[in-house]
């Protein structure tokens, strides 16, 4: 566990200095509809639920003891080059919460989270002919101590290295994907991979078919077609058994 006393390079706002970075500084323009009786509406100002998370994240520093995040929008940070390394994390703000604290501590401000799709975008690469660069035009950036800041970036930050919530059911996992699809930098995973490895059935015959490990029996039974596994028997250890309609089949099942 980090600690808050670990000195820091840059000098701690004092409390009356912390400026909360609220819905306007996540999304400018934010409130500027307001609904009668003064409602904000709900999916109108902030459709990514970038708020949301925001506020997902301040809940986490709390219970870790550690400073909420500080409002440096309004002063673009300048200066970053290819050559700089921008770890981005894509996603949930809470998945990730151990890396990012010890990242930031390890190496300051090279850690930054993005909560939104709108907070990066898409480039053609100028080395990897085909593939894509991923610029961040503001994110949330990690220092010593656990402090955090939400920082804009002019011009928009290039990332070395990408990973973030990949999982299908998550809601955020199909912009996160779409972000980290065909980048030029190394990537820590992918929509298809995490679909593949949360597939108990898929997890076991690739281990035993394909690389001859051991697995505890398995006895599946599948609804209709799935192109991505074998038709006939599956691996050792492992046997799949299709159902083409579940009514009307149980002494197959208890045969089986």
Same mark, same amino acid.
């Given at each position: ?19 909360? $970075?609220?819905?306007? $500084?996540?999304?400018?323009? %934010?409130?500027? &509809? ?8 709900? &999916? ?5 639920? @970038? ?6 994240l301040q809940s986490a520093l709390c219970q870790e003891g550690l400073p909420p995040t500080l409002d440096c929008s309004a002063e673009p ?31 300051? &401000? ?9 907070? @990066? ?10 593939? %894509? ?48 699809? &065909? ?51 599956? @691996? ?21």
């Amino acid at each position: 566990q980090l600690s808050t006393s670990q000195p820091s390079p840059e000098r701690v706002p004092s409390p009356e200095e912390q400026e909360w $970075a609220g819905p306007e $500084a996540l999304c400018p323009g %934010w409130l500027e &509809d307001e609904a009668p009786d003064g409602e904000v509406p709900g &999916d109108n100002g902030d459709p990514d639920c @970038a708020t949301h998370a925001y506020e997902r994240l301040q809940s986490a520093l709390c219970q870790e003891g550690l400073p909420p995040t500080l409002d440096c929008s309004a002063e673009p940070r300048t200066g970053f080059g290819p050559l700089d390394m921008t770890v981005c994390i894509l996603g949930s703000p809470t998945h990730f919460l151990p890396v990012l604290l010890e990242g930031g501590t390890r190496c300051p &401000d090279a850690m930054v989270l993005c909560l939104s799709p709108t907070w @990066a975008s898409r480039v053609p690469s100028e080395t990897s002919p085909g593939a %894509w660069s991923l610029l961040l035009s503001r994110g949330i950036s990690f220092k010593v101590g656990g402090h955090t800041a939400l920082e804009t970036f002019v011009p928009p930050r290039r990332a070395n290295y990408v990973t973030g919530t990949f999982a299908l059911g998550d809601p955020e996992g199909g912009w996160v994907g779409e972000l980290a699809r &065909d980048l030029d930098c190394p990537t820590g995973g992918s929509v298809p991979l995490a679909h593949r490895l949360e597939d108990t059935l898929v997890a076991r015959w690739v281990l035993a078919a394909h690389a001859n490990l051991p697995v505890p029996p398995t006895l599946a039974f599948v609804l209709g077609a799935r192109g991505d596994l074998p038709a006939e028997a599956m @691996a050792p250890g492992v046997r799949l058994v299709r159902l083409e309609d579940p009514q009307g089949q149980q002494s197959l099942v208890q045969e089986e």
